[in-house]
């Protein structure tokens, strides 16, 4: 399996970006995806997930400024980030896991990552 996110770049706060996860060479029937992101000197932390049947969970942090979207056929997984915070500048990836996932938020869950893509704000 192997994710490529697109879609990062530099905005002024307020603005939007929406970032896309390519996913290929997979075999899985049924999956979950979500998005993370990581600033320098934190952890890595859960923004919003997606089960390949429709249902999403947000990060309290991103409700109502971020939405998860995604079109199986390809399959590719999208965040749409709007009224963007300098607070959510840093690098953001995508994570691949099963369908059994329970706890989104936990980096345990998934099985595969993409490399990130950067996510500046600027006030």
């Known amino acids: 399996v192997q994710l490529v996110e697109s879609g990062g770049g530099s905005v002024r706060t307020g603005g939007s970006l929406r970032l896309s996860c390519v996913v290929s060479?997979?075999?899985?029937?049924?999956?979950?995806m979500a998005w993370f992101r990581q600033a320098p000197g934190k952890e890595r932390e859960g923004v919003a997930f997606?089960?390949?049947?429709?249902?999403?969970n947000y990060a309290d942090f991103v409700k109502g400024r971020f939405t998860i979207s995604q079109d199986n056929a390809k399959p590719i997984t999208y965040l749409q980030m709007n009224s963007l915070k300098p607070e959510d500048a840093a690098t953001y990836y995508c994570?691949?896991?099963?369908?059994?996932?329970?706890?989104?938020?936990?980096?345990?869950?998934?099985?595969?990552w993409g490399p990130g893509t950067q996510v500046t704000v600027t006030s």
């Open positions: 994570a691949f896991g099963d369908s059994g996932v329970e706890i989104w938020g936990d980096t345990d869950e998934y099985h595969y």
């Open positions: 060479r997979h075999t899985y029937r049924s999956w979950s």
């Open positions: 997606i089960r390949k049947d429709g249902d999403t």
